[in-house]
């Protein structure tokens, strides 16, 4: 790996105080193996052999599951895992998942699985109002668990002559399954006030023989309703602690006030900071407000890079090559106030070396650095307009995400 120079905010390997540790440790489990995965055939091979090896529970929650190839690959695993005895529990997201047909719904529930889309907090015959459903997770067996932000449809995987949209997630085994399977039993409850002994705590086999170097993981919620903002504050400790470098690697970036600020911040206290962006965006608009906020990125020694491969849908930050956060949440307010969202910090400096290290190479293969000369020559005043227009509209739509049309149960 390539060695970095020592910015002023501090090297590296300087020591911590015991207390600045145990801070740093804090709400982390100890005893975890981790793996990265790539989007794509490997993250739905991933998720095959965790179906076809459960022997007494899944959890599959997800924000977009589709009838479509992919997701008939991914159903029918799942019944064969039900006909078999396994007690699998499948929830999407209401408003996202609306193309799932009645019959496709039909098929699983005669198989045996417990299906039921995320409800909303208000509804009425026509509409409802609520948050999403927005992260990406499997369960099994209270054993390993799978964290990312890929949905189950057919744009995030790998088929002939097309590859999948660029997303990451993190296979994990060890105590931090136990939690994530009480959050989706308290997901599928609908986050009751109380409650009693979970199956969790009764399945869950606390693993021995893992690696000499585990991995610290810890979850992280952000749910406005419940008053959590786990992972945004996750964001604000890397930025406020982070002693040399910081890559992020994220779609539709449009950060709020507070994150601008401490981005901000943390560029004046000498961090290098790297923010891999989409070239190509599903949703246009997005894209034009977020190339708005270009000029003020590169004013503030902010490097951009777009990636050119395909659509970019990954939400991953690395931080000092140490510790890094992965999972759904985008950085806009949307993710941070209109949607249920799930991220793993994980600190281990092997892991988060290895995962710095396809960034960068993602960076130099598959990139275009934005520069102030190259968005000289490529803006017009009216794209100037459109950026901004854009930038307004989007500000303005964040505010109203969280009305939709409802959806059949």
Known sequence: MKTRSVMPGGTKNQKRRPSEKKRLSAGYTMNNNVKFIRGGAAYFSQMLQMIDQAKQSIHLQT???????????????????????VNVYVMPDGYASKVLSRSFINELRGAGIHFRFFEPLIRSKYFYFGRRLHHKIIVTDT????????NITERYNDGPGYRAW????????GDIVKELCELCWKTWNGFPAKTGKLPCEKD?????NLPVSPGLVRMRVNDWVRNKKEISRSYTEMLRTAQSHIVILCSYFLPGENFRKQLSLAAKRGIKIKIILAGLSDIKLAKYAERYIYDWLLRNDIA????????????VSVCDTTWLTIGSFNINNISAHASIELNLDIRNENFAAGVESVFEDIIEKECVSVTAEMLAQKRTLFKRFMWWCSYQTVKGLIYLFTFYFRQRN
């Open 304 to 315: 951009i890079y777009e990636y050119q491969g395909n659509v970019l849908h990954g939400k």
């Open 166 to 173: 660029l997303d990451f997630a993190v296979w994990v085994e």
């Open 143 to 150: 054993r390993c668990a799978m964290v990312g932000g890929v």
């Open 204 to 208: 869950f086999i606390k693993l021995d």
């Open 63 to 85: 924000y977009i599951f589709d009838d479509d190839e992919t997701g008939k690959l991914i159903g029918e695993a799942l019944k064969k895992a039900a006909q078999r005895g």
